[in-house]
T-cell receptor, first 114, second 112 residues
Framework: AQTVTQSQPEMSVQEAETVTLSCTYDTSESDYYLFWYKQPPSRQMILVIRQEAYKQQNATENRFSVNFQKAAKSFSLKISDSQLGDAAMYFC???????????FGQGTRLTINP | DAMVIQNPRYQVTQFGKPVTLSCSQTLNHNVMYWYQQKSSQAPKLLFHYYDKDFNNEADTPDNFQSRRPNTSFCFLDIRSPGLGDAAMYLCATAWGQNQPQHFGDGTRLSIL
């Protein structure tokens, strides 16, 4: 069974600085998808970024980028120029090719200090 | 514009009293999911519908049932809620197997 591990329960960063959230996963599959979701307090979970395992290029969405290391099974999220609105719980998630189920990590709570 | 709508946002029920949570979507997605999320934990998949096909997770208690009368609506029924069922319940939708899931705001269920 696939597992996703986020080793940082909590992180904090100064506004305007850069922070990296870690995620590792375990799978025997070669084709799969990886996601980072953001869940602000009492608000909707939204997709931040998505990576297809067959793509070598790291996904980027504005201030959010990933460092995808397939061999190491690592998928970290970098947030540049952190803003107060980035404060949230961040979940790393895995989905196998053809599977319906998302496997979530335990989450990292990110605090942005003004 | 809300695309995955969960009602109500907050639900209080009594121990053992059946409760139904609802989810509707305007995305015309063919897959709908129900997750349970307890405080400071990751969402846990309860079951999902792929079109009309119902898929139950092996560890989902029998107390939890679901109905999907049409593409747009999906319901979560808890037949006899216990104190341990107090949680946030998230509905999500997706188009097919390889597209990202879109989540609703969730329903926070409290058990008295």
């Amino acid at each position: 069974a696939q597992t996703v591990t986020q080793s940082q329960p909590e992180m904090s960063v100064q506004e305007a600085e850069t922070v990296t959230l870690s995620c590792t996963y375990d799978t025997s599959e070669s084709d799969y998808y990886l996601f980072w979701y953001k869940q602000p307090p009492s608000r909707q979970m939204i997709l931040v970024i998505r990576q297809e395992a067959y793509k070598q290029q790291n996904a980027t969405e504005n201030r959010f980028s990933v460092n995808f290391q397939k061999a190491a099974k690592s998928f970290s999220l970098k947030i540049s120029d952190s803003q107060l609105g980035d404060a949230a719980m961040y979940f790393c998630a895995y989905k196998g090719q053809g599977a319906q189920k998302l496997v979530f990590g335990q989450g990292t709570r990110l605090t942005i200090n003004p | 514009d809300a695309m995955v709508i969960q009602n109500p946002r907050y639900q209080v029920t009594q121990f053992g009293k059946p409760v139904t949570l609802s989810c509707s979507q305007t995305l015309n997605h063919n897959v709908m999911y129900w997750y349970q999320q307890k405080s400071s934990q990751a969402p846990k998949l309860l079951f999902h519908y792929y079109d009309k096909d119902f898929n139950n997770e092996a560890d989902t208690p029998d107390n939890f049932q679901s109905r999907r009368p049409n593409t747009s609506f999906c319901f979560l029924d808890i037949r006899s809620p216990g104190l341990g069922d107090a949680a946030m319940y998230l509905c999500a939708t997706a188009w097919g197997q390889n597209q990202p899931q879109h989540f609703g705001d969730g329903t926070r269920l409290s058990i008295l």
